[in-house]
């Protein structure tokens, strides 16, 4: 009896301690994704409309929505551009011991890059 109490405990925490790092996993792909972006941004001295619609179903695909991006569409060389991402991540947690909880968590990215490419 007590041994089955002990692992319900034990499988409780477990299952706690993931879903904890769910957000956590989520935040570290939303930054990998906008920092390729980021990179590209700068080899092409701005953000155009393919750009926008490839990052955003890369993000949808991750599991994002209400997904905002501002970014310039060209830059001089050598002028800095930032790029504003903001994105929502939604997911189900556990609340009380046999509820669950959607909870949602608005992920940010400001980044500045200097325009790399020679725009005439």
């Known amino acids: 009896m007590v041994t089955a109490i002990i692992l319900v405990i034990t499988l409780f925490l477990v299952v706690f301690m993931v879903e904890m790092f769910v957000p956590i996993s989520a935040n570290l792909e939303f930054k990998d994704i906008c920092r390729n972006f980021?990179?590209?941004?700068?080899?092409?001295?701005?953000?155009?409309?393919?750009?926008?619609?490839?990052?955003?179903?890369?993000?949808?695909?991750?599991?994002?929505?209400?997904?905002?991006?501002?970014?310039?569409?060209?830059?001089?060389?050598?002028?800095?551009?930032?790029?504003?991402?903001?994105?929502?991540?939604?997911?189900?947690?556990?609340?009380?011991?046999?509820?669950?909880?959607?909870?949602e968590f608005e992920m940010v990215f400001i980044k500045s890059a200097v325009a790399r490419k020679v725009i005439h």
């Open 38 to 103: 980021l990179v590209k941004m700068e080899m092409q001295s701005g953000f155009d409309t393919s750009d926008y619609a490839l990052l955003t179903e890369r993000l949808t695909a991750k599991g994002f929505h209400d997904i905002s991006i501002s970014a310039p569409s060209s830059a001089k060389f050598g002028s800095e551009m930032e790029l504003h991402i903001t994105a929502v991540f939604s997911f189900s947690t556990i609340n009380r011991l046999f509820s669950r909880e959607e909870k």
